[in-house]
């Protein structure tokens, strides 16, 4: 399928890029903004912008029943979520395809897969592909001890859904590494994961916890988005166009 017209549903430097990138290869793009972005330089820069909801990403970015109504609404042939907000949602990836759209990324069912942890650790076992000493889903602090008493200290608690974990903190209770990836101090007591636990289920609402060995100092390795597309087209608007992964 020939892509000419691209809906972003993002903002920002994500926004730009993505921008930049259908220009160089000759697409047209249509931002999708919220109210509080109708000025922003992406919305500039866009061919067209298109409001899908009040200034909260809860009722804009992440508004799945507005972003796809946008991108009919404007006959844009593909959607591309950039990174964050609904990037790794199978439910917007689903509904594209329900409604003939391409989705610049993974398919609905590759998202399913291995958009939750848990379910990727057993894909991952499964293929004989080695994973981090860790466990199953852990729901109390007893639970936790124990598994930290098993695999060996550090450990890091993990929201089982969440996507990124580069977003530093500190705090008296945890030594945290992210946002949702917090290396917790166990070896006083199970009550030490407490504050652990109330970050990785407020930062990304993830009700499903696991722990894993903590490995200092460490790399994440972060593939765009369109680096699942099986079309090169496709591939190179996923980012800035370079095809790399890049390491943080």
């Known amino acids: 399928m020939t892509i000419t017209r691209v809906l972003i ?3 920002g430097e994500i926004a730009v890029r993505i921008i930049r990138a259908c220009e160089a290869l000759g697409i047209e793009t249509v931002l999708a903004v919220s109210d509080a972005d109708r000025d922003s330089l992406p919305a500039r820069l866009a061919h067209r912008t298109i409001c899908i909801g009040p200034a909260s990403a809860t009722a804009s970015y992440l508004n799945i029943g507005a972003i796809v109504t946008a991108a009919l609404g404007t006959e844009s042939d593909a959607v591309h979520p950039g990174y964050g907000f609904l990037a790794e949602s199978h439910e917007l990836a689903k509904a594209c395809a329900d409604e003939g759209i ?11 897969q291995m958009g939750n942890k848990l379910e990727a650790r057993a894909l991952a076992k499964k293929c004989g592909l080695p994973v981090l000493s860790g466990s199953d889903k852990v729901e109390t602090a007893v639970q936790a001890s124990n598994v930290a008493a098993r695999i ?67 790399r994440a390795i972060l593939c765009p988005a369109g680096a699942w ?20």
């Open 152 to 218: 060996g200290l550090p450990v890091m608690l993990k929201a089982a859904a969440a996507a990124a974990d580069w977003y530093g903190t500190t705090c008296s209770h945890c030594l945290t590494t992210g946002r949702t990836a917090n290396a917790v101090r166990l070896s006083r007591g199970p009550r030490r994961s407490c504050t652990a636990r109330r970050r990785v289920s407020g930062g990304w609402g993830a009700k499903r916890r696991y722990h894993c060995n903590r490995r200092s100092p460490a």
């Open 229 to 248: 597309s099986a079309s090169v087209r496709r591939d190179r608007i996923a980012g800035d166009g370079s095809h790399h992964c890049r390491t943080d």
């Open 102 to 112: 391409t989705f610049v990324g993974p398919s609905a069912a590759q998202i399913r």
């Open 9 to 11: 549903a993002n903002r």
